[in-house]
């Protein structure tokens, strides 16, 4: 019995059509239904985890649920039950019963009631709940606050089930691509919101790296929240990042809720963020060889730069900084970068010129000057890919940057 079973793995593991393993399932339900086994069960439902994961056929269909509420129900076995709950995992990514909603909740409760339980087992539970909550998300709504209690309980900064907070938090973060009404939803519940930053400060990159990304979403939805993550220490936790040398996954995911925190324009947390020092990181990131990375702390750089459009203390702290370099050498490697790189480039350095036409002591101009940008502006109009208003902001600041410019004559303005 137990060759046949390993032979089939095998054979199930090697192929890219599963169909014609259906006609085992039958069987080896029986198997396992009339067995006290623990290991015949263990590699039976392998089998039906390696098909389950290429395709639900009818019997699996038809009997995961129920097999999986049977397991579940008799035995404490940890690899069972971290297989089983394999299953129920993938099933749930190919099933659309609206049933099983209500037979994944028993799951949840037969587990719970067990008396000592391996955080594996747990970890695993969370991930097979992301596949349950994120499809109920999508297409059956009416069912997600049936799991709350259960995210609630088990999405926790202290907890060491790692495995389970980074699928919590991925869930979270998938519910909110579909709806963002779902962040109020959730949070009412489960009070994730508070937790949010706490899973920043414990540096573990399975837990930081989701949770930055579900912060940035939320920010960028709507900046409702924003002041709820300020009070909770995100600005100086962001700082603690960049300062620890984290992986560029988690810098990246960094730059993108620093991006988000500089909208709207003006605000205090954008002030904060420069009189701190951010402008340093952002303009040593720009020359990481790693493109993507780079480009997106040009995005943040030059939304930064746009955000302080009429501070001009700001302003003229970051030319202080720095920022006229990177701007330059985004533009002389367009190559590298995007053509939105290049226009919120251009952007930025009309923003800094026009106030620099009011107060010539912010000193972009002299700034731009060394760094020869009439040459670059010049290669800028050779470029037959950039068109339109592009086209037009670049032909603005050649006058602007013209030997013989005429003060009272040409204001810099669109």
Not at 129 to 149: C, D, G, H, M, Y
Not at 160 to 181: A, F, H, P, T
Not at 289 to 298: D, G, M, Y
Not at 340 to 345: A, F, G, T, W
Request: with cysteine; hydrophobic share 45%; proline share 3%.
């Amino acid at each position: 019995m137990y060759n046949i079973i390993l032979t089939l793995e095998e054979i199930i593991e090697a192929s890219s059509e599963v169909d014609e393993f259906d006609i085992f399932i039958e069987v080896l339900i029986k198997w396992i239904t009339n067995s006290k086994d623990i290991m015949l069960k263990y590699h039976v439902i392998t089998v039906f985890v390696l098909i389950a994961q290429k395709k639900l056929v009818p019997h699996l269909k038809n009997t995961t649920m129920n097999i999986a509420q049977s397991i579940i129900s008799q035995t404490n076995h940890s690899d069972l039950l971290d297989r089983t709950l394999r299953l129920v995992g993938f099933y749930f990514e190919r099933s659309n019963d609206i049933e099983d909603y209500n037979k994944f909740l028993e799951i949840i409760h037969l587990i719970e009631n067990k008396k000592r339980i391996d955080k594996n087992v747990l970890g695993t539970v969370c991930w097979a709940l992301f596949f349950v909550v994120t499809r109920a998300a999508k297409q059956n709504p009416t069912f997600l606050q049936s799991f709350f209690p259960y995210i609630a309980s088990n999405l926790d900064p202290s907890d060491d089930n790692i495995e389970g907070n980074n699928c919590l938090l991925i869930c979270i973060s998938q519910c909110i691509e579909y709806k963002v009404d779902y962040i109020m939803l959730f949070d009412q519940s489960t009070h994730f919101l508070s937790k949010l930053v706490l899973f920043l400060k414990t540096g573990v990159e399975k837990l930081v790296l989701p949770a930055l990304h579900v912060i940035g979403q939320i920010i960028g939805c709507s900046d409702n929240y924003t002041e709820v993550f300020v009070n909770d220490g995100l600005i100086d936790t962001l700082f603690s990042i960049f300062e620890s040398l984290p992986p560029d996954t988690i810098l990246s995911e960094a730059m993108w809720v620093l991006r988000n925190l500089f909208i709207p324009e003006g605000n205090p947390h954008a002030i904060y963020l420069i009189e701190k020092g951010v402008i340093q990181y952002l303009i040593r990131y720009i020359y990481r060889q790693n493109i993507q990375f780079a480009r997106n702390a040009v995005w943040a750089l030059t939304t930064a730069i746009l955000s302080c459009k009429l501070r001009q203390d700001m302003l003229q702290k970051m030319i202080s900084n720095g920022v006229v370099q990177p701007i330059i050498y985004v533009l002389k490697n367009r190559s590298l970068f995007t053509s939105d790189d290049v226009l919120n480039c251009i952007d930025s350095i009309l923003c800094l010129m026009i106030q620099d036409n009011v107060s010539p002591q912010i000193g972009s101009r002299n700034a731009f000057e060394e760094l020869n940008i009439s040459d670059i502006l010049e290669e800028l109009t050779d470029d037959k890919t950039i068109q339109g208003f592009t086209r037009l902001k670049i032909e603005l600041l050649k006058g602007y940057f013209s030997p013989d410019r005429i003060e009272e004559e040409m204001p810099l303005s669109l």
